[in-house]
């Protein structure tokens, strides 16, 4: 099979064997893909560095048809993950984003979208901006992107549009706010306020500029909604989400 080329961030490395690792990359082009790189754990190997946890690299890949892992041959580092030279709270925030994506991407299916705004929030984790606010632009922007944007003017069961109101329930279950009549039906919902969901709108639409200024209640409220939500979308709660930031932290 012919080599091809991509840009990749890698999500995951695994001892394969004494000399192997199997690695989970998002490449901008294929997806989630994993893949065999021989020779990577050598001493002189010529992977050095370059398949770091959260490095971006540029990759060249033997690409298989059947369940078989891909081949990595090659991997040029381009920007390395820092976010330990700043704070452990920038640590688990990258780790984060790297479980989000391994849970929320499926093998082989490629969202260049996706995959910029991976690159996007990393270099605010990494540098000077709000990891706390970089978190929350991503998760919203992933949803969208991935097809799993909660509803927040139309109530989820009936349809109905949802006015304006100073606390509006959200059914995390069932994808989205809903409406007074129909709260009976619904379980485990929140309440959140109108101004929170108003935010969260904004944050869903296609050209919103992360990240987004939001005042502290609303972030709080907000961060819990989206974390039960994913909650419900997988099945169970993402092994890093307890170390999210509670609150934003000042700008540096």
């Given amino acids: 099979m012919a080599a091809e080329q991509t840009t990749a961030v890698v999500l995951r490395a695994i001892p394969f064997s004494e000399t192997s690792l199997v690695v989970t990359l998002l490449t901008r082009d294929f997806g989630q893909v994993a ?11 010529s992977f050095e560095g370059s398949l770091d946890l959260l490095a971006v690299c540029r990759v060249v890949l033997i690409r298989k048809s059947s369940d078989a892992l891909d081949l990595l041959t090659e991997a040029k ?11 452990l709270d920038r640590v688990y925030a990258g780790y984060y984003i790297a479980e989000m994506l391994r ?8 969202h260049p979208g996706l995959y910029d705004l991976t690159l996007d929030a990393l270099g605010q984790i990494d540098g000077r901006g709000n990891s706390a606010l970089a978190l929350l632009g991503f998760d919203t922007s992933a949803l969208r992107l991935l097809g799993h944007a909660p509803a927040t003017r139309r109530c989820v069961d009936c349809g109905g549009r949802i006015g304006d109101s100073p606390r509006i329930a959200f059914a995390p279950i069932a994808g989205g706010v809903v409406c007074r009549d129909c709260r009976p039906r619904q379980h485990s919902l929140l309440t959140v306020s109108g101004e929170t969901i108003d935010h969260l709108e904004r944050l869903l639409a296609p050209h919103t500029r992360l990240p987004i200024e939001l005042p502290s209640s609303v972030y709080r409220e907000m961060r819990g909604l989206i974390n039960r939500y994913i909650q419900a979308i997988l099945g169970s709660t993402p092994k890093m989400q307890p170390y999210l930031p509670a609150r934003m932290e000042p700008v540096e």
């Fill in 77 to 87: 580092l381009q920007r390395r993950f820092r976010g330990a030279e700043k704070s």
């Fill in 103 to 110: 849970l929320l991407t499926d093998n082989h299916d490629p």
């Fill in 35 to 45: 893949a065999l790189a021989k020779g990577a754990r050598r001493p002189k190997s």
